[in-house]
């Protein structure tokens, strides 16, 4: 069977799905994904789970360890370790 230059397979859709998340798809990827979103449902749904998925990454409010905290954890954690060898 000929592989189509235009059309693409869900999985592939998938991967530019993800490429474009990341700023990563070239503009003919999109522009064969816009072709794949327009009629697969599938492709559509994991698109918009893709996009939920970024939004609440990007919406998180995440308090990180700093680094003097990371390091007596670090320090705390071998002492541990040493005391049980």
């Known amino acids: 069977m000929k592989k189509s230059f235009l059309f693409i397979s869900c999985e592939?859709?998938?991967?530019?799905?993800?490429k474009r998340q990341?700023?990563?798809a070239t503009g003919w990827?999109?522009?064969?994904l816009g072709i794949r979103?327009?009629?697969?449902?599938i492709t559509k749904a994991y698109s918009s789970r893709n996009n939920k998925l970024?939004?609440?990454?990007?919406?998180?409010?995440?308090?990180c360890l700093?680094?003097?905290?990371r390091d007596?954890?670090?320090q705390e954690f071998e002492k541990e370790l040493?005391?049980?060898?």
């Open 29 to 32: 990827e999109r522009v064969k």
């Open 82 to 85: 040493a005391k049980h060898q």
């Open 54 to 63: 970024t939004d609440a990454i990007n919406k998180a409010e995440v308090d």
């Open 37 to 41: 979103l327009s009629w697969c449902r």
């Open 72 to 74: 007596k954890l670090k």
């Open 12 to 18: 592939e859709a998938q991967h530019i799905c993800d």
């Open 22 to 24: 990341y700023g990563e």
């Open 66 to 69: 700093n680094n003097n905290e």
